[in-house]
């Protein structure tokens, strides 16, 4: 496992067809990221955009949800710091890869999830995806909780 416990939380997987495969796996809280798990989304879609053997990128979701946005119990600890260093930023790392990103988007895309998914080259969305920004909300309540 790796340092920040996020291995089995960002899964990757590789075929010999060249088809890498990066699963969000926190189905019990609809995908909710950490900054870890950012991070580690970072530097995997980093890693694979840089690995010769990788052909097409998908990006989805385990379980009900695509990414359900920020874990709000780990907001402080996502928004502090540097909150757009190009090396940890997902969405950042994203626009730089060179490899086509397919999003298969099952069930909710919410804020940061939504930026996400808005980052893929192609989206496929199941029947009943939803596509929410909460930008708007989370300030709100952000705001009223200091």
Same mark, same amino acid.
């Given at each position: 496992m790796d340092q920040t416990g996020t291995e089995n939380l960002i899964l990757v997987t590789r075929d010999r067809n060249g088809i890498a495969m990066v699963t969000i796996n926190r189905p019990k809280s609809l995908n909710s990221l950490t900054r870890p798990m950012m991070v580690r989304l970072a530097l995997q879609i980093n890693a694979l955009g840089k690995d010769e053997s990788v052909r097409v990128i998908i990006l989805t979701g385990s379980g009900r949800a695509f990414c359900s946005g920020v874990d709000l119990t780990a907001a402080e600890e996502v928004f502090k710091g540097d909150v757009k260093d190009v090396e940890t930023d997902p969405v950042a790392q994203?626009?730089?890869?060179?490899?086509?990103?397919?999003?298969? !988007?099952?069930?909710? &895309?919410?804020? =940061?999830? +939504?930026?996400?998914?808005?980052?893929?080259? !192609?989206?496929?969305? &199941?029947?009943? =995806?939803? +596509?929410?920004?909460?930008?708007s909300r989370f300030v709100v309540f952000y705001m009223l909780l200091r």
């Open positions: 994203m626009e730089l890869c060179k490899k086509p990103i397919i999003g298969a !988007i099952n069930g909710f &895309a919410v804020t =940061a999830g +939504f930026e996400i998914a808005l980052a893929c080259d !192609i989206l496929i969305a &199941a029947k009943g =995806a939803k +596509f929410m920004d909460t930008h």
